[in-house]
């Protein structure tokens, strides 16, 4: 069972802003950075946000990350069929001594 | 480019053995960690460990420990994954990840099916 909880899903209209969020705690999302998945079906992850809120090359604009205390958020604005897909949160936990995945949220682009 | 290539889909018995492998490219080998990541059937992503090819310090999850192994060749710059005794339950993809400054990069998973 993880230990950082993501609701299970999400979803919006083409061109809309949809925003995820993260749940965690002071052991991890409190002390450590956050960095955002991407998986879209069938395939690999990918990274779409790292350090709470750096974007890879590459990653569109329209992804943005901040973190607050023990929680994050992922924004994607401008919503468009390609965002379709599982998102997962994920930090380093201190008390756990081992990296911890959000329980991932389902992005539906309707 | 930074690459990390993973060897192929593999089917084996409960009991086998396995080391499954990620070639890494494009970068400093010793200068990043090297994470293990599973998804099992229809899951999410779980770490398993991870490991830094410049003294092959690593750490596990606690209820993988003594389970797998993880391991590296810095003259290959790979990394490697090993079961002694597969289960049932280790069927899965699983993924390297590289961490470190400038985020993750992931490989394309290797798919382990375990079956009698």
């Known amino acids: 069972q993880s230990v950082v909880t993501q609701p299970p899903s999400a979803s919006g209209t083409p061109g809309q802003r949809v925003t995820i969020f993260c749940s965690g705690s002071?052991?991890?999302?409190?002390?450590?950075?956050v960095s955002w998945h991407q998986q879209l079906p069938g395939t690999a992850p990918r990274l779409v946000i790292y350090?709470?809120?750096q974007r890879p090359s590459g990653v569109p604009g329209r992804f943005s990350g901040s973190k607050s205390d023990t929680s994050a958020s992922l924004a994607i604005s401008g919503l468009q069929s390609e965002d379709e897909a599982d998102y997962y949160c994920?930090?380093?936990?201190?008390?756990?001594?081992?990296?911890?995945f959000g329980t991932g949220t389902k992005v539906t682009v309707l | 480019e930074v690459w990390l290539e993973q060897s192929g889909a593999e089917l084996k018995k409960p009991g086998d053995s396995l080391r499954i492998s990620c070639r890494t490219s494009?970068?400093?080998?010793?200068?990043?960690?090297i994470s293990w990541v599973r998804q099992m059937p229809g899951k999410g992503l779980e770490w398993m460990a991870r490991?830094?090819?410049?003294?092959?310090?690593?750490t596990y999850r606690p209820s993988l420990q003594g389970h797998v192994t993880v391991s590296v060749d810095k003259s290959v710059n790979t990394s490697f994954l090993h079961w002694s005794s597969l289960k049932a339950s280790d069927t899965a993809m699983y993924y390297c990840?590289?961490?470190?400054?400038?985020?993750?990069?992931w490989g394309h998973g290797t798919l382990i099916t375990v079956s009698s």
């Open positions: 002071s052991s991890n999302i409190g002390s450590n950075t």
């Open positions: 990840v590289r961490q470190g400054i400038g985020g993750h990069v």
């Open positions: 490991i830094h090819p410049s003294d092959s310090y690593t």
């Open positions: 994920a930090a380093w936990d201190d008390s756990l001594k081992g990296y911890v």
């Open positions: 350090d709470n809120n």
């Open positions: 494009g970068y400093d080998f010793t200068n990043y960690w």
